[in-house]
């Protein structure tokens, strides 16, 4: 898959193509019936699909105290994307003068300009141009003057466990089954199991000198949504890219741990990692690519005595995690 980060780097299909905007924050099951659809229709007029993306969503330049936390940033969102089947990527870096465009400008001098798109495909909620006032309807009524056919794919519904009704797939929806730590039902949205992904980092080094090394997680951004504080069961793999990460064939068994270790003085918010059957030296992981899998949140962050207790139940935590890992078979 080509990435282009310019309207300018596009060379203009001289046949057309088929495409698709969004944000497609998460990549669920909802934005791959998206592109799926779009591929189908690429496939059947032989024409490359294109998709347009944006970073940041226009939210958060237009009412930032009301952008939502982001499921997938820019770096994992493109391997997804390209996993989708998708020829080219056009990655908008949003600005406020992009977003007065006027919604038929945007059909004129992208859609048609930029593009010479004869299908787009989009979501029910798609909104586009100057304070939103373009949607799938007026996308519609301008297809014929911009020689293109719009088109809306039925929305993805699925069965959770703690609702009696289908429910529509949304990222706003899988934000909140992250947050309730709803791991299973965040699997059955995305169609993957909910990853945190960043660099690791240098920590206290404190791990190390009572048996269990941990390995540091940066997120790419301040704004990637993390579940709640706590422990956790789940899986870490490791790449020197952001590809080898995704695609790592080795896994490792994880307790993971996201807040303050409370029972050290000097104590900060960190998201780290004891890799329970890894067997290298974790001063070799500083600077790699780490994803860290959520699987099941085993118990909230306490505050112990002493060193001691704290030993004691992270020994317990691993114990569980390796008995959760192995029996889920996940």
């Known amino acids: ?63 930032p105290e009301l952008a939502p936390r982001i499921i997938t940033p820019i770096e994992t969102k493109v391997h997804y994307l390209q996993k989708s089947g998708i020829d080219e990527l056009m990655v908008v870096q949003t600005n406020k003068s992009f977003l007065q465009i006027e919604a038929e400008d945007f059909i004129k001098d992208i859609i048609a300009g930029v593009f010479n798109a004869r299908h787009v495909v989009e979501g029910e909620s798609f909104n586009f141009g100057r304070k939103r006032k373009g949607s799938l309807d007026s996308l519609k009524q301008l297809g014929k003057d911009f020689q293109y056919e719009a088109h809306q794919p039925e929305a993805k519904t699925i069965l959770v466990s703690h609702l009696e009704d289908p429910i529509t797939i949304s990222s706003t929806f899988i934000r909140q089954q992250i947050s309730d ?115 099941k949140k085993i118990r909230r962050l306490q505050k112990f005595d002493d060193v001691d207790a704290l030993v004691k139940q992270i020994t317990l935590d691993c114990e569980l995690s390796t008995s959760l890992l192995s029996s889920k078979g996940q």
């Open 181 to 295: 730590s709803k791991f299973d039902d965040t699997k059955r949205c995305l169609g993957r199991h909910y990853n945190i992904c960043g660099r690791v980092v240098t920590g206290h080094k404190r791990g190390r000198t009572i048996g269990f090394p941990t390995a540091n997680l940066q997120t790419y951004h301040q704004e990637q949504l993390i579940c709640h504080d706590g422990v956790y069961a789940g899986w870490a793999t490791i790449g020197d890219t952001v590809e080898e990460m995704l695609t790592a064939n080795r896994r490792y068994m994880s307790a993971i741990s996201i807040g303050e270790a409370a029972t050290f003085s000097d104590a900060k918010w960190q998201l780290e990692a004891h890799l329970i059957d890894f067997k290298g030296t974790h001063d070799c992981l500083y600077g790699k690519h780490i994803s860290m899998t959520m699987i």
């Open 1 to 63: 898959m080509k990435i282009h980060r310019s309207f300018s780097s596009i060379i203009k299909p001289p046949d057309g193509c088929v495409l698709a905007i969004g944000n497609f924050d998460g990549v669920h099951l909802g934005h791959q019936r998206i592109i799926s659809t779009a591929r189908a229709l690429a496939d059947q007029h032989k024409l490359p699909l294109f998709a347009l993306t944006f970073y940041p969503a226009p939210i958060k330049i237009l009412r």
